[in-house]
């Protein structure tokens, strides 16, 4: 993936320094950054067909956000209902959530389409942060 100087998140354009880059089980790529003087935060923008199913475990906040491609962002509840929002093509072009802990998560591709996505974690990520469901 192209890699980034700069990121907008909450209206703020902000500069991000690339860590790493690494592959997940079931082939989704991850570029990781952190944000320049920002320690409360960092940055993962994916590129993927479909993400492992994920339940949030911790943090104060996951935030999910769309950045191309076509497919939808399914959240579960801990009720065992979803909501789905549907992105790219005649569905919505802008898309920024907030994953709560107890909630899973899973971005899908249509057929032909690749999505690519990003995640901000505050505070940043650190393992058991998310436990993985299914790949």
Known sequence: MRKRKYFTFEGVRQEVIFKESETLPGGTEVDIYEFAGDPTKDLAIYKTKKTPLQRVEGGER??????????????????????????????????????????????????????????????????????????
């Open 62 to 135: 996951t935030v999910e956000g769309y950045i191309s491609g076509v497919g939808k962002l399914r959240i579960g509840k801990p009720d065992g209902t979803y909501i789905t929002f549907y992105v790219g093509g005649g569905n919505l072009k802008e898309l920024r959530v907030d994953v709560e802990i107890g909630q899973t998560m899973q971005w899908i591709a249509d057929k032909n389409s690749i999505l690519v996505g990003y995640e901000v974690c505050l505070p940043p990520y650190e393992p058991g942060r998310f436990t993985d469901l299914e790949y």
